[in-house]
Nanobody, 123 residues
Framework: QLQLVESGGGLVQPGGSLRLSCEAS????????IGWFRQAPGKEREFVAA????????YYGDSIKGRFTIARDNAKNTVTLQMNSLKPEDTAVYYC????????????????WGQGTQVTVSS
C-alpha cells in the first residue's frame, strides 16, 4: 500500500523552528517530485515547497521564501521541511504529496497525499 506519513508538527512560539518529515512506504520516492502544502481553516490548500526527484531543484511559495528549506534523502525515502522564523500566519495543517512527473504548484496534480500534521504558531 502506497503511503506518505508526516511527522514533526506541534505548537511553537513565533520566531521558533520546527522540522517536518515525510516518510514514504510501499513505494520509493525516486522519480517523484515531493511537495509540501498547507491548509489553514477556511482557506484553500496552499503550495509551500517542492523538490525534484534528484534533489537538484527546489521550489518555494512566496510567503515562506528564505524561512523554509526542503530537502530529501532518497536512501531513507524521506523528505524534510525545515521551518525557521515561524509566524502565526504559518499556522495550518501541513501535508506532503508525491507527483510522478515534473514540478507543479497545484495540489490537484499530485498523486499521493499524507494525512497531514498540525503546526500551530502562537505565544
Amino acid at each position: 500500500q502506497l503511503q506518505l506519513v508526516e511527522s514533526g508538527g506541534g505548537l511553537v512560539q513565533p520566531g521558533g523552528s520546527l522540522r517536518l518529515s515525510c516518510e514514504a512506504s510501499g513505494f520509493t520516492l525516486d522519480n517523484y517530485v515531493i511537495g509540501w502544502f498547507r491548509q489553514a481553516p477556511g482557506k484553500e490548500r496552499e503550495f509551500v515547497a517542492a523538490i525534484s526527484w534528484s534533489g537538484g531543484h527546489t521550489y518555494y511559495g512566496d510567503s515562506i521564501k528564505g524561512r523554509f528549506t526542503i530537502a530529501r534523502d532518497n536512501a531513507k525515502n524521506t523528505v524534510t521541511l525545515q521551518m525557521n522564523s515561524l509566524k502565526p500566519e504559518d499556522t495550518a495543517v501541513y501535508y506532503c504529496a508525491a507527483r510522478y512527473g515534473p514540478h507543479s504548484d497545484y495540489a490537484s496534480e499530485y498523486d499521493y497525499w499524507g494525512q497531514g500534521t498540525q503546526v500551530t504558531v502562537s505565544s
